[in-house]
């Protein structure tokens, strides 16, 4: 939301559960941020948002929750507007740093089970991206150029394995569903 408003997006709204990331939100100068959660903001806000962004949210709620949260999402969008989630990807190859490095994570996610989750909550269109290394610095290009060595690697033994080299490979991934 910081990000949005230095940007010169007026209309950011953000709910949290966490009493302690509202106050520090508003200490920063956020404004538009609420305590609640997605099952008591969403309903009766029905096609009012362009976007809507969870990050490192949905991996938090069961099967049954994250069905439900997105099928009220769903709702809440515009037709033809975004839900963007980054979670676990499940078929990282070092994914279980980041979903077991929290005690209260409850699913991982494949490119395959956000399809089958945004398919059948209203979603027409769905996009899977990987968090790749950040090549920003020098470290950064060097990460980012052995991350590309280590997929093709992957992607040479999953085919040999499988028949199919298809797949994203790191600890997170992104996915925007479309309205």
């Given at each position: ?8 997006y ?16 508003q ?28 990050k490192?949210v ?5 099967r ?47 490119v ?20 790749n ?12 150029a052995?991350?590309?060595?280590k ?9 040999v ?19």
């Amino acid at each position: 939301m910081y990000y949005l408003q230095q940007k010169g997006y007026a209309d950011v709204k953000g709910i949290d559960l966490s009493e302690e990331q509202i106050a520090l939100g508003q200490g920063l100068g956020i404004t538009g941020l609420e305590l609640a959660s997605l099952a008591a903001y969403l309903p009766g806000r029905e096609a009012q948002y362009d976007c809507i962004i969870a990050k490192d949210v949905i991996e938090h709620l069961t099967r049954q929750q994250a069905f439900d949260a997105l099928r009220l999402i769903s709702v809440a969008l515009k037709p033809g507007g975004s839900f963007i989630m980054q979670v676990p990807n499940g078929q990282g190859l070092f994914y279980t740093s980041i979903f077991y490095g929290d005690y209260t994570h409850e699913m991982a996610y494949t490119v395959q089970s956000v399809r089958q989750l945004f398919l059948n909550t209203g979603f027409s269109k769905v996009e899977c991206f990987p968090v790749n290394p950040f090549p920003g610095s020098w470290k950064g290009k060097v990460r980012a150029a052995l991350w590309k060595v280590k997929v093709a690697h992957t992607r040479f033994w999953k085919m040999v394995e499988t028949g199919n080299p298809s797949g994203l490979f790191t600890s997170n991934l992104i996915a925007r569903g479309i309205r």
